[in-house]
Nanobody, 115 residues
Framework: QVQLVESGGGLVQAGGSLRLSCAAS????????MGWYRQPPGLQRELVAA???????NYADSVKGRFTISRDNAKNTVYLQMNNLKPEDTAVYYC?????????WGQGTQVTVSS
């Protein structure tokens, strides 16, 4: 089993920045990649960014150039640096871990961007 704990959400004005953190514990040796998803109000959950154990990354087109995903293997933590935030970035952000077996999700953290 893998446990994921997110932190770092909050309220920010448009143009501002936030950094989300996701700390993994448990069977972390089984993790192949980790990512951030978000679910805006009334909409489906969507991929924001992901990073593999080898460090390869991919981003949603809507966040390229503004968001950066990174990982600290020593701390078993993945980060999402979000710059130049826009009101349309408002959502609950979820951390996800892909393993050799099941998918795991964190509890989510709210990000609200005011105009």
């Amino acid at each position: 089993q893998v446990q994921l704990v997110e932190s770092g959400g909050g309220l920010v004005q448009a143009g501002g920045s936030l950094r989300l953190s996701c700390a993994a514990s448990g069977s972390i040796f089984s993790i192949k990649s980790m990512g951030w998803y978000r679910q805006p109000p009334g909409l489906q959950r969507e991929l924001v960014a992901a990073i593999t154990t080898g460090g390869s990354t991919n981003y949603a087109d809507s966040v390229k150039g503004r968001f950066t995903i990174s990982r600290d293997n020593a701390k078993n933590t993945v980060y999402l640096q979000m710059n130049n935030l826009k009101p349309e970035d408002t959502a609950v952000y979820y951390c996800e871990a892909q393993t050799l077996g099941p998918l795991y999700w964190g509890q989510g953290t709210q990000v609200t961007v005011s105009s």
